[in-house]
């Protein structure tokens, strides 16, 4: 069983330019969040999906935004790229039953902004 | 308004001594309370969990934790240290009422020295 996937594994972009990342959630679950671990921080909550919408959001600026496939893979976007959006871009994923509280981390993309 | 707190940045333990760093937490729902372990350049990996009942939980390569809810914290610790668990520790804090959103704390960077 794969757990959550997430591509590409590093990224180098120049200010101003925009950047997609996408995760692919463990097998069975459906609620995608999206999470911006700077250098020596703990995780920032971005935002979460569930049924292809976005259901909460953390305090980041409209640059970022996402998606939800009909097979709940989901996609970051961030635009007009700043050198402070250089993280860790970590997706993690959950079964929105209840009860089912555990979220499960992928491995993260590494996105360095010049 | 949510907050988890490590005040420990960095610690050094001798490998065979124990270890404990803390962790504190401020949320206004009855919280969930995780651990999470980071190697460099890695994703997070939870080490153990508390949703309810049993204060004292036993997680994996073993870790242990105690919630105490006069303190509003939740522990992490091991009798004793191997030279494989330095890196860095998280607390992270959720509810099911608020979509499960986590707050992670700054972190913990554990050194391990023979």
């Known amino acids: 069983d794969a757990g959550v996937t997430q591509s590409p594994t590093h990224l180098i972009k120049t200010r101003g330019q925009q950047v997609t990342l996408r995760c692919s959630p463990k097998?069975?679950?459906?609620?995608v969040s999206w999470y911006q671990q700077a250098l020596g921080q703990g995780p920032q909550f971005i935002f979460q999906?569930?049924?292809?919408?976005?259901?909460q959001r953390g305090n980041f600026p409209d640059r970022f935004s996402g998606h939800q496939f009909p097979n709940y893979s989901s996609e970051l976007n961030v635009n007009a790229l700043l050198l402070g959006d250089s993280a860790l871009y970590l997706c993690?994923?959950?079964?929105?039953?209840?009860?089912?509280?555990?979220?499960?981390f992928g491995p993260g993309t590494r996105l360095t902004v010049l | 308004a949510q907050s988890v707190t490590q005040p420990d940045i960095h610690i050094t333990v001798s490998e065979g001594a124990s270890l404990e760093l803390r962790c504190n937490y401020s949320?206004?729902?009855?919280?969930?309370l995780f651990w999470y372990v980071q190697s460099p350049g890695q994703g997070l990996q939870l080490l153990l969990k508390y949703f309810s009942g049993d204060t004292l939980v036993q997680g994996i390569k073993g870790f242990e934790a105690e919630f105490k809810r006069s303190q509003s914290s939740f522990n992490l610790r091991k009798p004793s240290v191997h030279w494989s668990d330095a890196a860095e520790y998280f607390c992270?804090?959720?509810?099911?009422?608020?979509?499960?959103?986590?707050?992670f704390g700054t972190g913990t960077s554990l050194t391990v020295i023979p």
């Open positions: 999906y569930y049924e292809e919408e976005e259901r």
């Open positions: 993690a994923s959950r079964s929105a039953g209840i009860g089912s509280n555990e979220q499960f």
């Open positions: 097998s069975g679950h459906d609620t």
């Open positions: 992270a804090v959720g509810a099911w009422n608020t979509g499960n959103q986590f707050y």
């Open positions: 949320y206004g729902a009855t919280p969930y």
